[in-house]
């Protein structure tokens, strides 16, 4: 019979002649794995012995087979699962095998990882483990997850890719580039003046305090408890009747008393109530993600760790980023709050991502990072569009009102009282105008725009695929035109682009943004 | 970056535009034909039989008459040293600048209507999303190929 792969022979071992790259041997995930597996799927086991654990229901024994078909499969599927699985690091690939009826055998090419993600549950954090999660692109799916191993392990498996990437980096600079290989994100970055001490010791860029994070999750406002509520009730499923009958023996006679007698004030209670049950959900999520939020440049890269009950830690390269975007709302820039995101470009082109870089900070910190890591400056003069843009807009918004007044009053009833939003639409038309404007330099362009979403694009001029300029029939009546730059990894409307320039304006900054592109 | 003095496109590309929209426009207006056909006996018809088909078919022929020389009116396109510039659109008038050393790789593409008149599509893809493959149809089979075999060299110049 011919073997389609060599699954059957044991793993090939890493080769040991190279000196200056280190290898690692074939290994097994930590062995408390196996242990791991086990708590994690005992929920679902739970939820299988319900009834039998409620008692009484006659098709319990049916629950009761089931459980003990869970406990004769499961069990030792999740050995299987740990004896099959190996990983081991070559020079040029990461390898791991896995699989238990189905075996498969993935290698990831060195140069392409692109970030090493490490992550710890609490669970994991009890026991001294962690998830490694490999990503290829900047965002989107991970290649390869080792769940889980000893935390020790994690980061030693992150420092050998690192320095096996530096050893083919500083190859790779030696020899001739190719159309193929050519970087498609932006000129080949040279690399080569990471130095081994800058590598190995980080310059922290910053740190939140608990203080900074709550502040930056009273900002925020989740509904994420509705979600929680009702997946709960779906979980234990409660008996209408017998809620119905503990109703009626009144435990909630009084409210309800009051309820009645001013159903106003109890619906603007209820109301403030899940606000602030919003809020306070808001304050809680982003402590739990944010908790000693740190971001350190290492090397070439950028090192984030963040977390409260699950501790995560990761990288992105400069390389890869394509532009910074500030993000802020009318409320957070009142106070002077802003959040920093970057948008990064994977191998596969058509992946887009975008990371935090600064969950919530003053404009000066902002500014700091910007400066060491050698990226655009938040710019302080800007250019505001022309005024012509909120004529525009009123004309377009006008116009689609008259159609749903006159539809509406054809087929239904007159409602000629929908005009008194046209004062809203004013206000808002101004200031829409007030938030966009661009501004440029000789490395960076950078354009704003947004009423509540309010977004700052900040792209280096060597990081622009197209750019250009387009007018509409109705722009180029008022001779005016849009401005764009493309940039790769962005999502589809989420790239800088903005309304409504003087044409020659338009086109007088986007020739001159080129020509510095072309240097 | 002067958008002025512009190549224009292969004439053919004219015909070819008019046959696609006189087929596309065409089927259209049989379907309204059909439907017209179908209630021809109706009691209540608010037109004469015949007077929506004939609408249909009119206008199918004129837009598919005058839409493609307006179209070729606004396409421009140059290749200068280290650049693509194109222009475009009837309404929404766009000028676009590719750079040449953001081009991930080209192809030259023909269907058959294209095939009956000799010209093709340059399909230049970047990396960037907002206008990942930018599409320069009409031109000369050997133009488009001469095209592509110039920016091919600049990028592999550009490499080494």
Redesign the interface.
Same mark, same amino acid.
């Given at each position: 019979m011919e073997a389609p792969s060599d699954q059957h022979m044991t793993p090939v071992p890493a080769p040991t002649n190279q000196a200056a790259a280190p290898a690692m041997e074939p290994k097994r995930l930590h062995p408390l794995t196996m242990v791991q597996r086990v708590i994690v799927s005992l929920p679902a086991l739970v939820f299988i012995m319900l009834p039998v654990m409620r008692g009484g229901d006659s098709t319990a024994w049916f629950n009761l087979i089931f459980g003990a078909m869970y406990l004769v499969f499961i069990v030792p599927w999740i050995a299987l699962h740990y004896l099959r699985f190996r990983y081991w690091i070559t020079p040029e690939e990461l390898v791991i095998h896995s699989g238990v009826l189905t075996r498969r055998r993935r290698n990831i090419p060195v140069e392409r990882i692109q970030n090493i993600e490490i992550e710890q549950a609490p669970l994991q954090r009890i026991l001294g483990t962690a998830k490694v999660i490999v990503y290829t692109a900047g965002s989107a799916t991970a290649e390869g997850v080792l769940e889980y191993v000893s935390i020790d392990e994690a980061r030693a498996i992150r420092t050998v890719v690192r320095d096996l990437q530096q050893a083919l980096q500083a190859e790779e600079s030696s020899s001739d580039d190719t159309f193929a290989s050519m970087d498609p994100a932006g000129d080949s970055v040279s690399e080569d003046n990471v130095t081994e001490e800058a590598a190995s010791s980080g310059l922290s860029l910053i740190e939140l305090d608990t203080r900074r994070v709550i502040m930056a999750g009273a900002f925020r406002f989740s509904m994420v408890y509705l979600a929680v509520i009702f997946s709960f009730l779906q979980y234990i499923e409660p008996d209408p009747t017998l809620l119905f009958s503990w109703l009626m023996r009144g435990p909630l006679e009084p409210l309800e008393a009051r309820i009645e007698a001013s159903p106003i004030i109890a619906a603007v209670l209820g109301a403030f109530g899940a606000i602030m049950l919003g809020w306070l959900t808001g304050i809680l999520v982003t402590i739990n993600r944010y908790h000693k939020f740190k971001l350190e440049l290492i090397g070439d890269k950028l090192h984030r760790s963040h977390g409260l009950l699950t501790l995560k830690e990761g990288t992105i390269p400069l390389s890869r980023i394509q532009s910074w975007i500030l993000r802020t709302n009318p409320l957070m820039e009142a106070f002077g709050w802003y959040r920093l995101e970057v948008q990064t470009m994977g191998i596969n082109l058509n992946q887009s991502g975008y990371q935090v870089a600064l969950p919530f900070g003053r404009e000066e910190e902002v500014s700091a990072i910007l400066e060491a890591v050698g990226s655009p400056a938040v710019p302080d003069t800007w250019t505001p569009v022309s005024t012509l843009t909120i004529r525009r807009f009123m004309a377009r918004s006008l116009f689609v009102l008259l159609v749903i007044i006159g539809v509406i009053q054809i087929w239904w009833t007159p409602i000629w009282w929908l005009a008194a939003v046209v004062p809203l639409l004013m206000g808002w038309a101004l200031l829409r105008y007030r938030g966009m404007r661009f501004a440029d330099d000789e490395s960076w362009v950078a354009m704003r725009k947004g009423v509540i979403r309010r977004l700052t694009w900040m792209v280096p001029v060597d990081k622009l695929q197209t750019a250009g300029f387009y007018a509409n029939w109705f722009q180029r009546r008022l001779g005016l035109a849009s401005i764009y730059v493309d940039t790769a990894g962005a999502s589809a409307g989420r790239s800088a682009e903005l309304p409504d320039i003087e044409a020659s304006e338009a086109a007088s900054v986007i020739s001159r943004v080129y020509s510095r592109f072309r240097g | 970056? @002067?958008?002025d003095d512009l190549t224009s496109l292969d004439g053919s590309i004219v015909k070819v535009w008019r046959l696609k929209t006189g087929i596309f426009l065409g089927i259209l207006a049989l379907a309204v034909l059909i439907w017209d056909i179908l209630g021809a006996f109706q009691s209540d018809r608010l037109l004469p039989f015949g007077a929506w088909a004939g609408m249909a078919i009119v206008l199918a022929f004129s837009i598919s008459w005058w839409l493609p020389p307006l179209r070729y009116r606004y396409w421009g396109y140059e290749l200068r040293e +280290? +650049?693509l510039l194109l222009v475009r &659109?009837i309404?929404?008038? #766009?000028?676009?600048?590719?750079?040449l050393r953001?081009i991930?790789h080209l192809d030259v593409s023909q269907d058959i209507f294209e095939r009956e008149f000799d010209v093709a599509k340059l399909i230049v893809h970047? =990396? &960037? $999303?907002? @206008? @990942?493959d #930018?599409i320069l149809p009409g031109l000369h089979q050997d133009l488009a190929e001469s095209l592509r075999d110039d920016m091919k060299q600049f990028? $592999?110049d550009q =490499?080494?």
């Open positions: - | 970056m @002067s958008f +280290e +650049e &659109g309404f929404n008038r #766009v000028h676009t600048i590719i750079p953001r991930q970047t =990396a &960037g $999303t907002r @206008s @990942s #930018v990028i $592999t =490499a080494l």
